[in-house]
């Protein structure tokens, strides 16, 4: 069975950076689209990036665009999110699912087959 761990997370001050990796085990992520979520606490999961399992397609929720990077490398059946000039308010538990197929809603949090345990992101001074 399909498992997916993230790493990366951390306290980060306001204008810094952190790169998530989701690596999955147990099968391989080739096939999967794969989605980058985040909830706050006393907030609904929100979708901050999704890619297709080529990596030729790639979607951004709009307060993420030109701050985040999503990217796979299906060698290391690992798919990451570069996350650059942070603010207090990316402040989340990130989360890394796997659907079968890409899709246009991919940022919904719905379809999606296994989802990883999370990793907390603090963004303070």
């Known amino acids: 069975q399909l498992q997916l761990v993230e790493s990366g997370g951390g306290l980060v001050q306001p204008g810094g950076s952190l790169r998530l990796s989701c690596v999955g085990s147990g099968s391989t992520l080739d096939y999967y689209a794969i989605g980058w979520f985040r909830q706050a606490p006393g907030k609904e999961r929100e979708g901050v990036s999704c890619?297709?399992?080529?990596?030729?397609?790639?979607k951004y929720a709009d307060s993420m665009k030109g701050r985040f990077t999503i990217s796979r490398d299906n060698a290391k059946n690992t798919v990451y999110l570069q996350m650059n000039s942070l603010k207090p308010e990316d402040t989340a538990v990130y989360y890394c699912a796997v659907r079968v197929s890409y899709s246009i809603n991919c940022l919904r949090p719905y379809n999606y087959n296994y989802w990883g345990q999370g990793t907390q992101v603090t963004v303070s001074s």
């Open positions: 890619i297709s399992s080529s990596g030729g397609a790639t």
